[in-house]
């Protein structure tokens, strides 16, 4: 079975700092991809960022980079420069030997002006 | 063009009685995902519709819930007798056809609340 773990219900950063959102896996496919969406109050889930496990570099779209150490099964978001339209839900999720994802309960960033 | 569309946007309905929800997916999307969130959780899979193959219908929590999809358009999420614990929204979700070493991004709707009373 799979499981997607999110130990921070809520995070607060300072608008232009960085931060840093965890996510741990666990998983016995050996091919299998994350995801993190992002969910803002009027609920649609929009699609951040995406890495498979054989690629060799981190992922990065524009300021969201993800860390990916595949050994410690971690997964997490790195959002650069936070603005404050990123206060937001954020989900990490991941999808194995089936076409299904599997998703985090979530973690709250609220970014201060 | 045309995003994922879900009908009704909000419903609420009693105890014990049968709701349907329709999602419209992207066209030229083969594969369609249908999943709940209840309240400030996160998103539980319930079904995936891939072509004209058997569904996966792992995730649906009781045979309470059914699904039906018409060729590559249309779903319809069905809910007999409903209970207070099937309130959540409920979100649909479209995608190409699934690439071997790839993925294609599945594109959300916006949900259909259900609230039963």
């Known amino acids: 079975a799979q499981k997607i773990t999110q130990t921070q219900p809520g995070m607060f950063v300072q608008e232009k700092e960085a931060v840093t959102l965890d996510c741990t896996y666990d998983?016995?496919?050996?091919?299998?991809?994350l995801f993190w969406y992002k969910q803002p109050s009027s609920g649609e889930m929009i699609f951040l960022i995406y890495?498979?496990?054989?690629?060799?570099q981190n992922a990065t779209e524009g300021r969201y980079s993800l860390n990916f150490q595949k050994a410690r099964k971690s997964a997490n978001l790195v959002i650069s420069a936070s603005q404050l339209g990123d206060s937001a839900m954020y989900f990490c999720?991941?999808?194995?030997?089936?076409?299904?994802?599997?998703f985090g309960k979530g973690t709250k960033l609220t970014v201060n002006p | 063009g045309a995003g994922v569309s879900q009908s009704p946007s909000n419903k609420v309905t009693e105890k014990g009685k049968d709701v349907e929800l329709r999602c419209d997916p992207i066209s030229g999307h083969t594969a369609l995902y249908w999943y709940r969130q209840r309240l400030g959780q996160g998103l539980e899979f319930l079904i995936y519709?891939?072509?004209?193959?058997?569904?996966?219908k792992s995730g649906l929590p009781s045979d309470r819930f059914s699904a039906e999809r018409t060729g590559e358009s249309v779903s319809t999420l069905t809910i007999q007798r409903t209970q207070q614990e099937d309130s959540a929204v409920y979100l649909c979700?479209?995608?190409?056809?699934?690439?071997?070493?790839?993925?294609?991004?599945?594109?959300f709707g916006p949900g259909t609340r259900l609230t039963v009373l």
């Open positions: 998983t016995s496919d050996p091919s299998y991809g």
């Open positions: 890495q498979g496990s054989y690629d060799q």
């Open positions: 979700a479209s995608s190409l056809a699934p690439q071997r070493g790839g993925y294609n991004e599945q594109f």
């Open positions: 519709f891939q072509g004209n193959s058997a569904p996966d």
């Open positions: 999720a991941m999808r194995g030997g089936s076409e299904k994802l599997v």
